[in-house]
Nanobody, 126 residues
Framework: VQLQASGGGLVQPGGSLRLSCAAS????????MGWFRQPPGKEREFVAA????????HYADSVKDRFTISRDGAENTVFLQMDSLKPEDTAVYFC????????????????????WGQGTQVTVSS
């Protein structure tokens, strides 16, 4: 099973981008799917996560009210709508997934996810 992320690019501050991540290969439903990012010279950090059904959604404080995570109910596909982008949002964005129901207190931990996409570059600059 592979996760394929797409949608990154160069955007001006205040602009928007929409990232997508789809699973290829045969696999059962991913219960938890999420997005992480790694800014230049920094460690990977949590951005957002969503559980099956879309009822349980979680965001990092730094992106709350600007980013929206969603998923396709029928497929193992997750999206990240990013609005009001700032230069500090510049990073490589990774999608992640797991077949288990990751508890809320651990949903932001990269080691909780078994599957990872290859990353897509997002650059916010004028």
């Amino acid at each position: 099973v592979q996760l394929q992320a797409s949608g990154g690019g160069l955007v001006q501050p205040g602009g928007s981008l929409r990232l997508s991540c789809a699973a290829s290969g045969r696999t059962s439903r991913f219960y938890t799917m999420g997005w992480f990012r790694q800014p230049p010279g920094k460690e990977r950090e949590f951005v957002a996560a969503i559980r099956w059904g879309g009822v349980s959604i979680h965001y990092a404080d730094s992106v709350k009210d600007r980013f929206t995570i969603s998923r396709d109910g029928a497929e193992n596909t997750v999206f990240l709508q990013m609005d009001s982008l700032k230069p500090e949002d510049t990073a490589v964005y990774f999608c992640a997934a797991d077949h288990t129901r990751i508890i809320v207190s651990a949903i932001g931990r990269p080691d909780q996810y078994d599957y990872w996409g290859q990353g897509t570059q997002v650059t916010v600059s004028s």
